[in-house]
């Protein structure tokens, strides 16, 4: 009624201050429920043993790794300023029926920058690599898949210049470092190929603030770079772990344990 009555006046309008009859629907005095439309739930040992079944585009999440102390990462990817976490992982009707299918999804990564990118990630996935972004890198929405597809992928560390705040968090939380350029002009030297060694990966996390690690380019002789990581004694935690759900599993463990004492 008030749609019908706006657009006959021109403005927001209450039907009922028109002067004209209108329908008057009485409230029930109590709700009654049908109970026949209720099952109560299994015992919880009869329970355990239904199958949980799903469709072919719901997955379980990967495992989870804790990270190394060494590492050895090939920049696979240069990307701008400004990089969104749409460029970075892809929406739209294509792309979404696979949300729930992070291997599928990965396929995707970066394709509107760079569409070789998610085929060379996968091919060194097992070793690991890292991507290096430009200022505000992953500005935009709060999507989860912009950090765990590229983790899927073999991501474990980010050089940028700067991050946006939300994306920076879910990189954590999916125990990928997000390193800063300590000089931003060092962004115009790198390049795809390029190799960044990290050593005592574990000790840069723990202690925060600046790291140094080798660079050795596609072209040239090795040499230092400087780097510098930023982290909550909370975002310590969840990396030293290889992200936040292995550091809730861990605590789970923890309170059961506790529990059973």
Same mark, same amino acid.
């Given at each position: 009624?008030?749609?019908?009555?706006?657009?006959?006046? &021109?403005?927001?309008?209450?039907? *009922?201050?028109?002067?004209?009859?209108?329908? *008057?629907?009485?409230?029930?005095?109590?709700?009654?429920?049908?109970?026949?439309?209720?099952?109560?739930?299994?015992?919880?040992?009869?329970?355990?043993?239904?199958?949980?079944?799903?469709?072919?585009?719901?997955?379980?999440?990967? *495992?989870?790794?804790?990270?190394?102390?060494?590492?050895?990462?090939?920049?696979?990817?240069?990307? &701008?300023?400004?990089?969104?976490?749409?460029?970075?992982?892809?929406? &739209?009707?294509?792309?979404?029926? /696979?949300?729930?299918?992070?291997?599928?999804?990965?396929?995707?990564?970066?394709?509107?920058?760079?569409?070789? /990118?998610?085929?060379?990630?996968?091919?060194?996935?097992?070793?690991?690599?890292?991507?290096?972004?430009?200022?505000? /890198?992953?500005?935009?929405?709060?999507?989860?898949?912009?950090?765990?597809?590229?983790?899927?992928?073999?991501?474990?560390?980010?050089?940028?210049?700067?991050?946006? *705040?939300?994306?920076?968090?879910?990189?954590?939380?999916?125990?990928?470092?997000?390193?800063?350029?300590?000089?931003?002009?060092?962004?115009?030297?790198?390049?795809? &190929?390029?190799?960044?060694?990290?050593?005592?990966?574990?000790?840069?996390?723990?202690?925060?603030?600046?790291?140094?690690?080798?660079?050795?380019?596609?072209?040239?002789?090795?040499?230092?770079?400087?780097?510098?990581?930023?982290?909550?004694?909370?975002?310590?935690?969840?990396?030293?772990?290889?992200?936040?759900?292995?550091?809730?599993?861990?605590?789970?463990?923890?309170?059961?344990?506790?529990?059973?004492?």
């Amino acid at each position: 009624m008030e749609p019908a009555a706006s657009a006959l006046t &021109g403005q927001i309008t209450d039907p *009922r201050t028109l002067g004209i009859d209108y329908p *008057r629907i009485a409230e029930p005095a109590g709700l009654f429920p049908r109970r026949a439309m209720f099952a109560a739930p299994l015992d919880p040992a009869e329970a355990a043993k239904v199958p949980l079944v799903k469709g072919p585009n719901i997955k379980t999440l990967p *495992r989870f790794e804790a990270l190394p102390q060494r590492a050895v990462l090939p920049i696979l990817i240069k990307a &701008g300023d400004d990089v969104s976490t749409d460029e970075i992982m892809p929406a &739209g009707a294509e792309v979404l029926p /696979y949300r729930s299918n992070i291997e599928k999804i990965s396929e995707f990564v970066f394709r509107p920058i760079d569409t070789g /990118y998610a085929k060379r990630a996968a091919n060194a996935r097992e070793s690991g690599h890292a991507i290096l972004g430009g200022a505000n /890198y992953g500005q935009g929405s709060s999507r989860e898949h912009a950090a765990i597809a590229p983790w899927f992928l073999g991501v474990r560390a980010v050089l940028a210049k700067s991050y946006a *705040r939300i994306h920076k968090q879910n990189l954590i939380n999916y125990g990928i470092v997000p390193f800063e350029l300590a000089n931003p002009a060092e962004y115009d030297q790198l390049s795809i &190929g390029d190799c960044i060694v990290i050593e005592g990966w574990l000790d840069a996390v723990e202690r925060s603030g600046s790291v140094e690690v080798e660079l050795q380019p596609g072209q040239g002789e090795p040499r230092p770079l400087a780097l510098k990581v930023s982290l909550s004694k909370h975002d310590r935690e969840i990396l030293l772990a290889g992200g936040a759900i292995n550091l809730w599993r861990t605590a789970v463990k923890l309170a059961a344990a506790h529990q059973a004492a």
